[in-house]
């Protein structure tokens, strides 16, 4: 029988459990996919944890690449032996999985599904903060957190190939030389960085600051904001941002500040489209790196999530049935 990794209750990362599970069964238009690799992300800790509540049991995962083995009767577009991607999934962490086929990315030829597996998630997500969220424009200057990070390494490059000035922070010296090899201007550490960040702007601040970190930065992240710029919120990885007074923005200078998720950016099949093949195809031209920073054996799916939580993880965690 296939396997999975199956969550009977919250907990550490020893309730993620290699469990036996009857193969899945497509239906309606759902596709069958046969999984190569599946993407690790910071919410499925969530999830394992309880801070996310879900229902038990329950098979974490969203983000997975691999070939697709049958259709569901309505299914359309894809056929038996295609290769796709996907980061809106469920139940990732397994053999065998399901999806929808509108929400199926077609991996081209010249990329393996290792990789694909790792751009779906973390790669929208850069895509759609500096397309959509925030229109970064040619001479900007920008500051985005955790730089060695799945995301960070992914938007240093996307910002650096549309002219922005890239600043951005890390916690070591490893993740250091991995930022700037991925092309950002200016490395700093979390301490005082925002007090960094004037002065390398001549006390001006940046036009936009991308967050993913929550908590830790939000404060220096508002202080780190030109006059009517952009701080966006796009994730907690060391926890929520308590709740604060709007007033805060006035006085940091008529910023904004705004909360976006992935989801809300993947509305139609045309946009998943759009953000998906902008990426593969920069990944073929060979002007977009995916680091892929550690692999897994389904059954270590602990220890990548143990891994992940202590910040041990650069750039993408893959589980590997």
């Given at each position: 029988?296939?396997?999975?990794?199956?969550?009977?209750?919250?907990?550490?990362?020893?309730?993620l459990?290699?469990?036996?599970?009857?193969?899945?069964?497509?239906?309606?238009?759902?596709l069958?996919?046969?999984v190569?690799?599946?993407?690790?992300?910071?919410?499925?800790?969530?999830?394992?944890?309880?801070y996310?509540?879900?229902?038990?049991?329950f098979?974490?995962?969203?983000?997975?690449?691999?070939?697709?083995?049958?259709?569901?009767?309505?299914?359309?577009?894809?056929?038996?032996?295609?290769?796709v991607?996907?980061?809106?999934?469920?139940?990732?962490?397994?053999?065998?999985?399901?999806?929808?086929?509108?929400?199926?990315?077609?991996?081209?030829?010249g990329?393996?599904?290792?990789?694909?597996?790792?751009?779906p998630?973390?790669?929208?997500?850069?895509?759609?903060?500096?397309?959509?969220?925030?229109?970064?424009?040619?001479?900007?200057?920008v500051?985005?957190?955790?730089?060695?990070?799945?995301?960070?390494?992914?938007?240093?490059?996307?910002?650096k190939?549309?002219?922005?000035?890239?600043?951005?922070?890390?916690?070591?010296?490893?993740?250091?030389?991995?930022?700037?090899?991925?092309?950002?201007?200016?490395?700093?550490?979390?301490?005082?960085?925002?007090?960094?960040?004037?002065?390398?702007?001549?006390?001006v601040?940046?036009?936009?600051?991308?967050?993913?970190?929550?908590?830790?930065?939000?404060?220096?992240?508002?202080?780190?904001l030109?006059?009517?710029?952009?701080?966006?919120?796009?994730?907690?990885?060391?926890?929520?941002?308590?709740?604060?007074?709007?007033?805060?923005?006035?006085?940091?200078?008529?910023?904004?500040?705004t909360?976006?998720?992935?989801?809300?950016?993947?509305?139609?099949?045309?946009?998943?489209?759009?953000?998906?093949?902008?990426?593969?195809?920069?990944?073929?031209?060979?002007?977009l790196?995916?680091?892929?920073?550690?692999?897994?054996?389904?059954?270590?799916?602990?220890q990548?999530?143990?891994?992940?939580?202590?910040?041990?993880?650069?750039?993408?965690?893959?589980?590997v049935?």
């Open positions: 029988m296939p396997t999975a990794i199956v969550i009977q209750q919250a907990g550490g990362p020893e309730v459990k290699v469990t036996e599970v009857d193969r899945p069964t497509p239906a309606g238009s759902e069958l996919v046969r190569a690799a599946a993407g690790v992300n910071y919410i499925e800790t969530y999830q394992r944890s309880g996310y509540p879900v229902g038990y049991p098979t974490p995962g969203a983000e997975a690449a691999g070939e697709v083995v049958a259709l569901g009767p309505e299914a359309s577009g894809f056929a038996v032996g295609d290769r991607a996907f980061a809106e999934g469920k139940g990732t962490y397994a053999e065998f999985t399901l999806v929808e086929a509108d929400k199926a990315l077609p991996v081209p030829e990329i393996s599904l290792e990789t694909a597996a790792a751009l998630l973390q790669g929208m997500t850069a895509h759609y903060l500096i397309n959509t969220t925030f229109t970064v424009q040619l001479g900007q200057t500051l985005t957190h955790a730089g060695a990070g799945g995301v960070g390494l992914l938007l240093i490059q996307l910002l190939a549309r002219g922005a000035r890239v600043i951005t922070t890390v916690s070591t010296d490893a993740k250091d030389a991995l930022a700037r090899e991925a092309g950002a201007d200016e490395v700093l550490r979390y301490e005082g960085f925002d007090t960094a960040v004037r002065e390398l702007t001549n006390g601040g940046v036009d936009v600051v991308y967050d993913g970190v929550g908590r830790a930065t939000f404060d220096g992240s508002l202080a780190s030109r006059k009517r710029g952009t701080l966006v919120l796009f994730g907690a990885a060391s926890g929520p941002v308590p709740a604060f007074d709007p007033q805060r923005l006035a006085s940091a200078g008529s910023v904004h500040l909360r976006p998720k992935l989801l809300d950016h993947l509305l139609t099949v045309e946009e998943r489209r759009w953000r998906s093949s902008e990426l593969f195809a920069a990944v073929v031209d060979g002007s790196k995916v680091r892929i920073g550690a692999t897994y054996p389904l059954e270590a799916a602990a990548a999530h143990e891994d992940l939580e202590a910040r041990k993880t650069t750039g993408k965690v893959l589980l049935p």
